[in-house]
Nanobody, 124 residues
Framework: QVQLAESGGGLVQAGDSLRLSCAAS????????MGWFRQAPGKEPQFVAA????????YYADFGRGRFTISRNNANNTVLLQINSLKPEDTAVYFC?????????????????WGQGTQVTISS
């Protein structure tokens, strides 16, 4: 099983960009489909984006299409989430999750493990 650690969050202004990183440790990272989720205070976790084990397939939540880009590098066990044109409603803790199959899922229940998250705060 992999362990996940996110980084790259911070306090930025609306319209700015951020690149979040998820570093995985453990075995066989390339066997995992990966996802990004976010959770705002008082709300349930929300699917953001996912990528298949090979990186050939990606999927985005409707709010993220055009602004969010997920990518992965299996050689150095990382998954990135590029977020452009940030909005105040993007404020949340963003965390990555790993699923020990190749197929993408938008449900957090389908993932085997996830990290602690990184805080993203957008000021208007």
């Amino acid at each position: 099983q992999v362990q996940l650690a996110e980084s790259g969050g911070g306090l930025v202004q609306a319209g700015d960009s951020l690149r979040l990183s998820c570093a995985a440790s453990g075995r066989a990272f390339s066997n995992y489909a990966m996802g990004w989720f976010r959770q705002a205070p008082g709300k349930e976790p929300q699917f953001v984006a996912a990528i298949s084990w090979s990186g050939s397939s990606t999927y985005y939540a409707d709010f993220g299409r055009g602004r969010f880009t997920i990518s992965r590098n299996n050689a150095n066990n990382t998954v990135l989430l590029q977020i452009n044109s940030l909005k105040p409603e993007d404020t949340a803790v963003y965390f990555c999750a790993a699923r020990y199959v190749s197929v993408i899922s938008t449900s957090l229940r389908d993932y085997n493990t996830w990290g602690q998250g990184t805080q993203v705060t957008i000021s208007s």
